[in-house]
Protein backbone atom coordinates (compact mmCIF):
# COMPACT_ATOMS: atom_id res chain seq x y z
CA UNK A 1 0.00 0.00 0.00
CA UNK A 2 0.99 3.56 -0.63
CA UNK A 3 3.19 5.07 2.43
CA UNK A 4 3.98 8.99 3.14
CA UNK A 5 5.64 9.91 6.26
CA UNK A 6 5.96 13.51 7.04
CA UNK A 7 8.99 14.53 9.54
CA UNK A 8 10.41 17.80 10.54
CA UNK A 9 8.13 19.14 12.81
CA UNK A 10 9.12 20.54 16.65
CA UNK A 11 9.01 23.49 18.82
CA UNK A 12 10.16 26.43 17.52
CA UNK A 13 9.35 30.03 18.67
CA UNK A 14 7.46 32.70 16.86
CA UNK A 15 9.07 33.97 13.72
CA UNK A 16 11.43 31.07 13.23
CA UNK A 17 11.54 28.10 10.48
CA UNK A 18 10.91 24.79 10.20
CA UNK A 19 10.61 22.56 6.92
CA UNK A 20 8.68 19.65 7.14
CA UNK A 21 9.26 16.65 4.67
CA UNK A 22 6.83 14.45 3.06
CA UNK A 23 8.54 10.36 1.77
CA UNK A 24 6.64 8.51 -0.41
CA UNK A 25 7.83 4.85 -0.26
CA UNK A 26 6.68 4.73 -4.03
CA UNK A 27 7.27 6.66 -7.01
CA UNK A 28 5.16 9.35 -7.27
CA UNK A 29 3.14 9.44 -10.90
CA UNK A 30 3.44 12.99 -13.21
CA UNK A 31 -0.39 13.30 -12.26
CA UNK A 32 -0.37 13.45 -9.17
CA UNK A 33 -1.26 16.54 -6.58
CA UNK A 34 0.39 16.33 -3.49
CA UNK A 35 -1.10 18.72 -0.84
CA UNK A 36 -0.06 19.80 2.47
CA UNK A 37 -2.83 20.33 5.38
CA UNK A 38 -2.91 20.73 9.35
CA UNK A 39 -5.19 20.71 12.31
CA UNK A 40 -4.91 22.74 15.34
CA UNK A 41 -5.91 21.96 18.36
CA UNK A 42 -10.28 22.22 18.70
CA UNK A 43 -10.31 22.83 14.95
CA UNK A 44 -11.12 21.08 11.65
CA UNK A 45 -8.36 20.18 9.80
CA UNK A 46 -7.73 22.89 6.86
CA UNK A 47 -5.67 23.27 3.43
CA UNK A 48 -2.09 24.61 3.69
CA UNK A 49 -0.69 24.17 0.22
CA UNK A 50 -0.85 21.78 -2.79
CA UNK A 51 1.87 21.69 -5.44
CA UNK A 52 1.98 19.36 -8.79
CA UNK A 53 4.13 16.56 -9.32
CA UNK A 54 4.80 16.97 -12.76
CA UNK A 55 5.75 20.84 -12.97
CA UNK A 56 5.93 23.88 -11.28
CA UNK A 57 2.14 24.56 -10.04
CA UNK A 58 1.69 25.37 -6.53
CA UNK A 59 -1.12 26.75 -4.37
CA UNK A 60 -1.20 27.72 -0.61
CA UNK A 61 -3.54 29.48 1.61
CA UNK A 62 -3.76 32.95 2.36
CA UNK A 63 -3.14 32.03 5.64
CA UNK A 64 0.36 31.14 4.28
CA UNK A 65 0.78 32.76 1.20
CA UNK A 66 4.45 34.58 1.49
CA UNK A 67 5.42 32.64 4.69
CA UNK A 68 5.44 28.93 2.85
CA UNK A 69 7.01 27.31 0.40
CA UNK A 70 6.08 23.91 -0.95
CA UNK A 71 8.50 22.63 -3.39
CA UNK A 72 9.18 18.90 -4.03
CA UNK A 73 12.39 16.42 -5.31
CA UNK A 74 11.68 13.89 -7.92
CA UNK A 75 14.90 12.22 -7.19
CA UNK A 76 13.70 11.06 -3.61
CA UNK A 77 10.04 11.06 -4.29
CA UNK A 78 10.06 13.59 -1.53
CA UNK A 79 7.60 17.37 -1.05
CA UNK A 80 8.85 20.05 1.22
CA UNK A 81 7.24 22.81 2.52
CA UNK A 82 9.30 25.55 4.38
CA UNK A 83 7.42 27.28 7.13
CA UNK A 84 9.02 30.86 7.26
CA UNK A 85 7.86 34.21 10.04
CA UNK A 86 5.58 30.92 12.09
CA UNK A 87 3.47 32.31 13.98
CA UNK A 88 1.01 30.80 16.97
CA UNK A 89 -1.69 30.30 14.63
CA UNK A 90 0.74 28.53 12.46
CA UNK A 91 0.22 25.41 15.48
CA UNK A 92 -1.35 22.24 14.64
CA UNK A 93 -0.53 18.46 13.00
CA UNK A 94 0.24 18.90 9.19
CA UNK A 95 -0.47 15.84 7.06
CA UNK A 96 0.89 15.69 3.73
CA UNK A 97 -1.65 13.63 0.95
CA UNK A 98 -1.63 12.47 -2.54
CA UNK A 99 -4.26 12.74 -5.22
CA UNK A 100 -5.12 13.43 -8.30
CA UNK A 101 -7.11 16.66 -8.62
CA UNK A 102 -5.71 20.21 -8.51
CA UNK A 103 -8.11 20.80 -5.49
CA UNK A 104 -8.17 21.99 -1.95
CA UNK A 105 -10.66 19.86 -0.62
CA UNK A 106 -9.54 17.22 1.14
CA UNK A 107 -12.29 14.94 -0.45
CA UNK A 108 -9.47 15.15 -3.37
CA UNK A 109 -7.14 13.03 -1.69
CA UNK A 110 -6.65 9.34 -1.18
CA UNK A 111 -3.21 8.42 0.52
CA UNK A 112 -2.75 10.03 3.56
CA UNK A 113 0.71 10.34 6.04
CA UNK A 114 0.07 10.35 9.89
CA UNK A 115 1.25 14.22 10.45
CA UNK A 116 3.73 15.76 12.42
CA UNK A 117 3.52 18.15 15.31
CA UNK A 118 4.51 22.01 14.88
CA UNK A 119 3.82 23.68 17.75
CA UNK A 120 5.15 27.79 17.43
CA UNK A 121 5.61 29.25 20.66
CA UNK A 122 4.34 32.90 21.40
Known amino acids: QVQLVESGGGSVQAGGSLRLSCAASWRIYSSSVIGWFRQAPGKEREFVALTRWSRDSTLYADSVKGRFIISRDSATNTVYLQMNALKPDDTGVYYC???????????????WGQGTQVTVAS
Open 97 to 111: ARGSQYSTAQSSYVN
